[in-house]
């Protein structure tokens, strides 16, 4: 690892203790969306308040999604437009690091042979956890389909390539569904420590283009794929009285797996280590009111995703995501026609895709807006 950054979204406080394994030389980016409450307790972090996304966002400030921690694309446009670090790293603040973290994430960007395992579906990132609930019965994680909670045959390998993405996983308090949570005892059971499968399973195959749930909680990536990292915004109601939320990241993830798949080149992305202490509890009323409409809405963006991708070529990341969304901007009316999108969900979804070619198209030489240092 050359030259990693760290990025902590934080509406609160950063406790100096939870952030220890990270060395005093290394970066660390704070997107501040505490109205202004944060303030930097070591020499290499900094603090960008909304002030300071303005100055550096411009026109392009509104593509910032707040009080939400998708609120950390301003950090992924600050490290593109202004620094070198060719490894970021994302941790939200509520995490207790282990010693391990850094040497963990030095495995992002480098070429080599990788357990892989591919399923015809979704992969169980609480399977590989090794956690299982009463009498051994499978749990899952947040935002894994209700229609594909049945086992599914998973096909082992070894495969070669470069990780260029990998999420790191948790314990303590599990990601799991708030209706999950709310239903059932062993979602709601504590795990001090577990006992993963490996220390990095890659997942998925261009033959099998194998989604996971995603985690923004802990995450890293190769700098190549900053514009595609971009967290979905859920900053309004779908319908009256139900807005959207916990999906911004498990929608990410899936245009994030989906573009690694298409590219197609020996790139993979993995799960596994590090595992951090993930210390916070969520409000459940919160988590069941906003992920019911996710879920709801879910396999309608997944078709959209997959037919968006299907009309693109592989090339680089910045290319195949503005392609992507131009697409599915352009291309609009056929596809919500085909893919029978409700009206109600087609609003949400044509003004994110225009959003998110918007921010596609920073990214793109020719086209990126200037930003003011």
Not at 76 to 85: A, E, I, K, L, N
Not at 118 to 138: K, M, P, S
Not at 293 to 319: N, T, W
Not at 325 to 348: C, H, M, Q, S
């Amino acid at each position: 690892m050359r030259k990693p950054v760290v990025i902590i979204p934080s509406i609160r406080t950063i406790d100096a203790r939870n952030i220890a394994a990270i060395p005093d030389e290394v970066d660390i980016l704070v997107v501040d969306d505490s109205d202004g409450s944060i303030k930097p307790t070591r020499p290499k972090m900094r603090v960008f308040t909304y002030a300071d996304q303005r100055d550096v966002m411009g026109r392009d400030y509104d593509l910032i999604p707040h009080k939400t921690a998708a609120c950390r694309n301003f950090a992924f446009y600050y490290v593109h437009q202004h620094t070198d670090h060719d490894v970021i790293i994302t941790i939200d603040d509520d995490c207790l690091l282990p010693p391990d973290f850094m040497a963990a994430y030095g495995q992002v960007g480098t070429t080599g042979r990788w357990p892989n395992v591919a399923v015809d579906g979704w992969y169980n990132t609480i399977r590989f956890l090794g956690v299982t609930g009463e009498g051994g019965r499978t749990l899952y994680p947040r935002g894994f389909p209700f229609c594909l909670r049945e086992p599914a045959p998973e096909t082992q390998s070894v495969v070669s390539g470069r990780l260029v993405c990998l999420m790191g996983l948790w314990q303590n308090v599990l990601d799991y569904d708030g209706i999950d949570k709310y239903l059932a005892e062993d979602y709601r059971q504590l795990h001090g420590s577990v006992s993963p499968l490996g220390p990095i399973m890659t997942v998925g195959t261009p033959a099998m283009p194998t989604k996971f749930s995603f985690c923004a909680m802990n995450f890293a990536f190769h700098r190549e794929m900053l514009p595609a990292a971009y967290q979905m915004p859920m900053d309004r109601e779908i319908l009256p009285g139900y807005p959207i939320w916990r999906f911004d990241d498990i929608w990410a993830g899936y245009v994030i797996e989906s573009l690694v798949h298409k590219r197609a080149d020996g790139d993979l992305i993995g799960i596994g280590n590090p595992i951090v202490t993930h210390l916070k509890e969520g409000n459940l009323v919160r988590e069941v009111h906003g992920e019911h409409i996710g879920h709801l809405m879910s396999p309608y963006f997944y078709s959209l995703i997959d037919e968006g991708v299907a009309r693109i070529l592989p090339g680089s990341y910045a290319d195949m995501y503005f392609t992507l969304f131009d697409t599915l901007v352009e291309d609009w009316n056929a596809l919500a026609k085909d893919l029978r999108i409700p009206a109600a969900y087609g609003r949400y979804f044509v003004e994110t895709f225009e959003r998110l070619r918007r921010w596609a198209a920073l990214f793109q030489e020719p086209r990126r807006s200037a930003a003011v240092s």
